[in-house]
């Protein structure tokens, strides 16, 4: 593999571990303000339910953009692959 391609593997696994650090920490923001909303008065049900909405969101969001950039990085590889046979 030559050096534009490994940066560019290296530059999707960094974006790849961003991208599921965010992940999580979403996730991990839902689970949170469900725990808080069982414990707490009406309010917080009520705000739970219209945060769990932009929550849902959020996680297509970041699903969808993850199926778009790999579609993207495996096209790119595929050039790469492509242009090195024809030289």
Partial sequence: MDKQRKRI????LVFLCVFVLFF?????YGIY???IAGYGDI?????DK???VWIRLAV???VSIFAFS???FAGVLIFFKKQSKNK
Avoid at 9 to 12: D, F, K, M
Avoid at 43 to 47: Q, R
């Fill in 33 to 35: 303000e469900g725990h």
């Fill in 43 to 47: 309010f917080h049900a009520v705000a």
């Fill in 9 to 12: 593997v290296l530059a999707y």
């Fill in 50 to 52: 219209e945060e769990q």
């Fill in 70 to 72: 790999s579609v993207i």
């Fill in 24 to 28: 999580f920490l979403i996730v991990g």
């Fill in 60 to 62: 297509i969001a970041l």
